[in-house]
Structures are given as C-alpha cells and as structure tokens.
C-alpha cells in the first residue's frame, strides 16, 4: 500500500495562475481533507469529501476548489493563486478516526 | 466558536527529563482527542488518540494523554524523553462522526543534550 500521495512536492507559481495539487489513497477511506500548514497556525482544514460526489467547506475554502469522483482521488484546485496561499498543503484520509497524512506539498506563489 | 489551544509555542526539556504538552479545547460536547507529532519536514504521524472510556491512554513512543473533562483538557505526557522527540507535536480534534478535524496551533519541543 502506498497510502496517501500528493504531488508535486514542491510547485512555484506566479500570481494569477491556476493549478491542481493531486491526492490519491489506496486504503478505500470515505473521509479525505485536505488542509494547508502556516507558520505559527498548525493546520487548517480547506475542504474535506466524506465520500464520492460529496464535498464540503471546511476553515478556510475560499480561493480552493475541490471535486470527488472516485473514492481514491481528491484534488485540491487553485483557480487564481495568490500570494496568501504560499503553504504546504497536507492532504488525509481517515478511517474510524485516524488520519493518514500525504508527505505534503509546498507552495510558493510569487 | 470552537477551538483548539496549544498555550506554549516552544518548550525546551533535558534529556531524560520528563515532559507535559498541554491542550485545551472549547466545544459544546466531547470530542475525539487526538496528539499528532511533526519532524522537520515529515507530515504528521499520530501518536494517540481518545474516543470514549478510560480517561488515561497509552500511545507509541512512550507517550501517553489524559483527558479531563472538568478543565477540558488533553495534556501529553512522556516521563523521560529522549533526543528523538525532538518535533512539533499537534493536538487535534475530531467533530461530526470525523468528517472534520481541528488543530491547535502546534507546541515545539527542542531537547538539550
């Protein structure tokens, strides 16, 4: 089992563009999130899907989108980047409470 | 509002000696209680958790949690600790059948030879 895997690993983009960082799990988990980690803020919850087709807003949703076609997949949309969005972004599964983490992506928006 | 407080932000222990990690946490009911540990760039490993029943509960590496409802509060602890623990340890708690996790603002743990 690979787990939870997040790429790219490290992503610089210049304001205004857009991207999609990738999630995928193997564990056949129903609850995926995904959050973003600052400095001093520990981790904030963006968006969270507690099974195909649903998804939901979590703290912090806006300038993120979120989709959940399949049960292994969620990804995390950056429509127009912004400087405030510089973080690295964790996504998690979870089953019966415990949360397994992907190894992160670190942002940079310029 | 709900929240999740970490009061200290950097705690430096001798190693050997032990360690208490405090959490405290504001919701209308009691929660799912968790403690989660961050290496230097590493994602987050969990280290314990709390649902329901014996107040007191054991994790990995030797740490253990104990939840009291009347300070609401989850606080780490570990007797003796060890160069290796040296991280940033996370309490967390879960809401809603664990559709949604809340954390504290994190506690650094820096460990004098």
């Known amino acids: 089992n690979a787990g939870v895997t997040q790429t790219p690993k490290f992503q610089v983009l210049k304001t205004g563009q857009s991207m999609t960082l990738q999630c995928a799990q193997d564990?056949?988990?129903?609850?995926m999130s995904w959050y973003r980690q600052d400095p001093g803020m520990g981790l904030r919850l963006i968006h969270y899907s507690v099974g195909a087709g649903i998804t939901d807003q979590g703290e912090v949703p806006n300038g993120y989108n979120v989709s959940r076609s399949t049960t292994e997949d969620f990804p995390l949309r950056l429509l127009s980047a912004a400087p405030s969005q510089t973080s690295v972004y964790f996504c998690?599964?979870?089953?019966?409470?415990?949360?397994?983490f992907g190894p992160g992506t670190r942002l940079t928006v310029l | 509002a709900q929240s999740v407080t970490q009061p200290d932000i950097h705690i430096t222990v001798s190693e050997g000696a032990s360690l208490e990690l405090r959490c405290n946490y504001s919701y209308g009911a009691t929660p799912y209680l968790f403690w989660y540990v961050q290496s230097p760039g590493q994602g987050l490993q969990l280290l314990l958790k709390y649902f329901s029943g014996d107040t007191l509960v054991q994790g990995i590496k030797g740490f253990e949690a104990e939840f009291k409802r009347s300070q609401s509060s989850f606080n780490l602890r570990k007797p003796s600790v060890h160069w290796s623990d040296a991280a940033e340890y996370f309490c967390?708690?879960?809401?809603?059948?664990?559709?949604?996790?809340?954390f504290g603002s994190g506690t650094k743990l820096n460990v004098k030879p």
């Open positions: 998690a599964s979870n089953s019966g409470g415990e949360q397994f």
């Open positions: 967390a708690v879960g809401l809603y059948n664990f559709n949604k996790f809340y």
């Open positions: 564990m056949n988990h129903e609850y």
